[in-house]
């Protein structure tokens, strides 16, 4: 491998801002697990930089490389300024095009990759799933924790209008980008993110043929499939929004990387004009002024967990907080150890089962800590992971995204 191409530069950059002073150690997950420095952000680009400078062989740092979450709680934590994912994802993508994989990773993948990004093609996998869960210990160690992924029941389809009125005057206008995954295990996020903006005066724009944004092809490395999901979003935008609304930390991260992952190709300024417009839908609702909801009818305390690609590859951690402080009888407690993601990140619970379940299970304890009665995050990978590792403690609590709860405020509930 070399620097070529116009992520280059990005890559770079990111390489020569890395003091490796340290400081992104005690946030890196892999590296909490096995204290190896070649499992650490430093350790890993000082390796990438190895191999595009032609002194390593790609196949002697992938079992580094393959480990990484993409979580980027380094990004937070470095007072260099290191932008990691401009140079972990450029990176995976060109590897992608030049590595053997054995042939039951090649074919998850492409399983994986012909589904998930297509909600009519995932939705009855997902049902076939369930009845296969009986006798999942027969089946190859990748696929299980797939059948464990899947919710005990996978909701109906809940179509929504293309258009959603605002309630009262007007106050903004916005798309909303709706995420393939979530389509399909929770429908009801994107019913109660369509409530809320309508209760607060947004008229929103649910235009049917958005796909997927290529997110989830982006980080596992499938760059051509993700330039494709990209471009495809951006045909359907429409121009005369003041928003787009996320309402998936993954998906909205992924938004922002567009620039990044188009460089050289004429959407490229297309791309930035469309990544300054998305916004969490906690973001978006703070900036506007949210209306004050009606106290919950009765007391809740809840667990908020910070979904990475929110807190750390949006910076986005205060909105949901004050979201979630305007509904009365909500008793809001914090978990220990916010920057550690949960082990969603995504396919990482089919790629790497071990590191996932046991970063599952930490986060699991570290909410049942705290005596909460409910949790609240803002992607759906972490409601699922979260909520499958409770169970396996025992702790059953429900799993809300924030606009859920502030749904449910508004309806009495």
Request: net charge negative.
């Amino acid at each position: 491998m070399e620097y070529a191409g116009p992520q280059s530069e990005a890559m770079s950059g990111a390489i020569d801002r890395c003091v490796h002073c340290g400081f992104c150690l005690p946030g890196c997950p892999t590296y909490v697990l096995t204290g190896e420095e070649m499992n650490s952000p430093r350790g890993r680009i000082l390796l990438m930089k190895e191999v595009l400078d032609g002194t390593l062989e790609l196949d002697e740092i992938t079992p580094y490389i393959d480990p990484c979450l993409g979580c980027l709680s380094c990004v937070t934590s470095c007072p260099s300024g290191v932008q990691y994912g401009d140079l972990l994802t450029p990176f995976r993508m060109q590897a992608e095009t030049l590595r053997e994989r054995p042939w039951i990773e090649r074919l998850l993948r492409k399983v994986v990759l012909s589904t998930l990004p297509y909600p009519g093609r995932f939705r009855p996998l997902a049902r076939l799933g369930q009845f296969a869960r009986p006798f999942r210990n027969l089946a190859p160690r990748a696929l299980r924790g797939a059948l464990d992924l899947l919710p005990n029941r996978v909701p109906s389809s809940l179509p929504l209008p293309e258009l959603v009125p605002a309630q009262g005057s007007r106050r903004a206008r916005v798309m909303l980008l709706r995420t393939c995954a979530q389509k399909v295990l929770d429908p009801e996020i994107d019913m109660a993110t369509v409530r809320v903006l309508a209760r607060n005066g947004v008229e929103v724009v649910l235009p049917h043929d958005q796909g997927c944004c290529g997110a989830l092809s982006a980080h596992t490395g499938a760059g051509e499939q993700a330039k494709a999901f990209a471009k495809s979003v951006m045909k359907v935008l429409p121009n005369d929004v003041d928003a787009i609304i996320t309402n998936a930390a993954g998906c909205g991260s992924g938004i922002h990387e567009y620039p990044l992952w188009l460089a050289g190709e004429p959407e490229e300024e297309a791309a930035k004009t469309l990544s300054q417009k998305a916004m969490d839908i906690s973001a978006f609702l703070t900036d506007l002024g949210p209306i004050r909801p009606p106290d919950l009818p009765q007391p809740l305390k809840v667990a908020y967990h910070d979904a990475c690609h929110l807190a750390h590859a949006q910076g986005v951690t205060i909105p949901p907080r004050e979201l979630l402080g305007l509904i009365g009888n909500l008793d809001l407690v914090e978990l220990a150890n916010p920057e550690i993601c949960c082990g969603s990140a995504g396919t990482y619970n089919l790629e790497q089962p071990d590191n996932a379940a046991e970063l599952g299970r930490r986060k699991a304890e570290s909410v049942i800590s705290t005596g909460a009665e409910a949790v609240a995050s803002g992607n759906i990978g972490c409601l699922t992971q979260l909520g499958i590792h409770l169970k396996r403690q025992g702790y059953a609590i429900p799993t809300y995204h924030t606009v859920q709860l502030l749904d449910m405020a508004y309806q009495g509930a």
